[in-house]
């Protein structure tokens, strides 16, 4: 993959990927590209792409293609340190998906700042109870960062997400 900052507000960024399945004794491979750019400007952001634009992967006679999406996303800081944010999202096979998300960050010194955030998408609002909604937070101390989700999806139980970010 590979990324650059364009002249003026514009950044844009690509990578290629080669995948490779095997379903007992057969296997198959495909090639696919993730492609995106974002525009920055003062408290607003806007951005687009595609991912997994690519070939089919093929078992023996029968070919699958990729999960192919497009996609569009915009956010504003509304607030100083409260950030809104919006994502749709159009599978190649399925209908257009819609997700809001809000984040509250705030900053304790130089090197530490922690983060509050929540979410609603209507990929899975079949969930029971509180399906569609998702919460976490964070926390990052000079330049590391841990990150924590919470996604219910209803009957098949709930998902604990977390990432480790390393800035430098």
Known sequence: GYGLELPGPLSAGAS???IHQTLDSSAATAFALDAGALWRQGKWRAGGGLRNF???TKFRSESDPLPFVAYAAGAA???PGWLLAAELRAPRDDAPRFC???ESRRSFSPDLAGALRAGYTVETTDAEGLGGFSA???VEYRGLGVDFAWVPYGELGTTFRYSLLFRF
């Open 136 to 138: 976490g937070a964070g």
């Open 54 to 56: 690519g070939t089919q």
């Open 16 to 18: 290629v990927k080669f």
């Open 100 to 102: 809001l998300g809000t």
């Open 77 to 79: 800081e509304v607030l």
